[in-house]
């Protein structure tokens, strides 16, 4: 099996400033993408594997391919591919393109991993490629356990008051349906359906289930901090973020 592992991310961000560029308990951000991919591969000598990041900044670029871990592959990004508007599966069907051109070969699974998603499992991802392979679907991503539910405890305005998201008589949440967040850290896609211009849930999709505050939307400078500290929590205490983080202390 060869899969193409994409790292993507623009420059600059309008809650964090520089995001993407920063230090997260003492290492590089990006370093944790690229570690996760590492060890994966150190665990699965028979896969073959590309990694590339797309990116209109030329220090993410260099920050990510020199990484002391692996080789990487570096895009420049389009500027049609740029904007704010624009979705990040478009953004890793230009990776698959660039790469099989540049590598004259085909890909069978293409893997993305979150720039700011360093709190990951090698089990997470291992889990979604496997999924992904064994059920040979469009789409595996990562999910949650969604702390609220549409069908109990989460509401709606309307022209008189609020009501529940979905109308239902369930009187515990255990009677509801079990609801899921999308935490964005990883996706693994069939190559023949990036190239064709769906989106992620059009197609058929699955989902594995994460480590639950592992992963946090990093919008503000506050979310940031609340990450690290949970992030402390976990390298002191649970090996598989741990190996993590000493990898790349190991590596760098």
Known sequence: MRI???????AGSKGIKNKNLRIFCGKY????????????LDRHPEIDAD??????SAELLNLVADNGMRTVEKIERDESLAGDTIGKISVINDC?????????????MVVDLDLTS????????????EVQKEKNIDVTTTVTTARRNPYFNQVKRTGQGV???????????QQAPEIFDMNASIYAYKPEYLKSGKGVLDGYCEIVEMYDT???DLDHENDFELMEVIAEHLFKNCQGFKEIYDNILEKK
């Open 4 to 10: 193409l592992f994409t790292i993507c991310g623009r």
């Open 29 to 40: 951000l990006a370093h944790f993408t690229v570690s996760t991919i590492d060890l994966y």
């Open 51 to 56: 990694i590339v990041v797309n990116s209109d």
């Open 96 to 108: 698959l393109s660039n790469m099989e051109e540049r590598k004259f070969i085909h890909y069978d």
């Open 118 to 129: 360093p709190l990951r499992t090698v089990d997470d991802l291992e889990k979604v490629i």
């Open 163 to 173: 009501k529940k998201v979905i109308e239902s008589n369930f009187t515990a949440r």
């Open 214 to 216: 592992g992963v946090l």
